[in-house]
């Protein structure tokens, strides 16, 4: 049916409007020193995993401590409703 419309193109062709028809590519803007930024990215990533590892250590010590008062109230309920007078 494509092949039967009055205007001589495609549907696609229609829609698929390109003034460049040369297929676009993408240069290649690295510069051959690459290495010094290299470095940069990996001491970035060394010091947010530093600031990582400290906020989980926190939130470890937290977690351990916020357990340890919850058990302790358990225990304290337990006893309290199991003391004999």
């Known amino acids: 049916m494509e092949g039967n419309n009055s205007y001589g193109t495609s549907w696609a062709d229609q829609w698929d409007y390109n003034p460049d ?17 290299t470095a940069k990215y990996k001491q970035k990533v060394g010091e947010g995993l530093e600031k990582t590892k400290a906020v989980a250590s926190t939130g470890l010590k937290k977690v351990k401590e916020g357990t340890s008062v919850g058990f302790h109230w358990i225990k304290d309920k337990y006893q309290k409703t199991t003391q004999k007078h």
């Open 21 to 37: 028809p040369a297929p676009q590519t993408k240069k290649n803007n690295r510069s051959s020193g690459g290495g010094s930024s």
